[in-house]
């Protein structure tokens, strides 16, 4: 059977994904020998950019014109296309102040030569194409990347955790900072998949996953309530990676 062909793409971002994609050291050559790896820039400057592919994996916010015109030209060759991390999935951090006036924004940032940028407010996949999986993180978990593959080469569809950090919080039987110290944490209404990593080491989740599917906000806007935390505050920060309106 012949090896899918895969192809690895970074729109605006800080290609921490394909980092963590690099970054599968023990496991790289095995993923050589499964894929035909066939448009990885980051990788290899070596890239067939014509060729139909079954799985691309897209990184990155749509940001520009030419974003928005290399993912239309990525979605037409690919059977199945992937959202990598957060900033693809939602619009992330780039994303955050993407509903203000552009035009504007380019001539205080950069004055008169602004005008003339290749810029647009920043805005997810979704937005602008089908995407038919989201594998969100900032960046993503490895283990979640390889299970991603792995569903590929079985011809099945990967199964991500519904469930909050916070159930992973308990499993790890972490303190829990928002109801044991009254910090605004958003691991009750932020999808688990990283292990409870940053409460684990006493700090508060900041949400960089997106919302989960089987988040309880109503009980988690209470608990906020009963530790004085305002619901707008939680939902400020989740804002930082999942702008108003793509939740």
């Known amino acids: 059977m012949d090896k899918p062909k895969i192809g690895v793409f970074g729109l605006t971002g800080c290609a921490g994904d394909q980092l963590v994609i690099l970054d599968c050291e023990d496991e790289l050559l095995d993923l050589a020998a499964l894929l035909d790896i066939r448009d990885f820039h980051t990788a290899s400057s070596a890239a067939d950019s014509g060729c139909e592919l079954d799985l691309a994996l897209v990184e990155g916010a749509v940001f520009t014109r030419r974003d928005e015109e ?17 900033c693809a999935v939602w619009g992330g951090v780039a994303a955050v102040n993407g509903n203000g006036a552009r035009a504007v924004l380019l001539r205080e940032i950069y004055g008169e030569p602004g005008g003339g940028y290749d810029s647009m407010a920043p805005c997810a996949l979704h937005e602008v194409v089908k995407v038919d999986l989201n594998l969100a993180g900032c960046p ?5 990347f390889l299970a991603l593959v792995a569903s590929v080469l079985n011809g099945d569809v990967p199964v991500l955790p519904r469930y909050p950090v916070c159930a992973e919080c308990r499993m790890r039987e972490s303190t829990c900072l928002l109801a044991e110290r009254g910090e605004l944490c958003c691991g009750p209404l932020t999808a688990g998949g990283c292990n409870a990593r940053c409460p684990a080491l006493n700090i508060a989740c900041i949400g960089c996953r ?7 906000a109503p009980s988690a806007l209470a608990l906020f309530a009963s530790k004085g935390i305002p619901g707008a505050d939680a939902a400020r920060r989740m804002r930082t990676f999942v702008p108003e309106g793509r939740r």
């Open 210 to 216: 997106g919302p989960c599917e089987d988040a309880n």
């Open 140 to 144: 993503i978990e490895k283990h979640e």
């Open 70 to 86: 290399a993912l239309r030209r990525i979605r037409q060759r690919s059977r199945t296309l992937v959202a990598l991390g957060t």
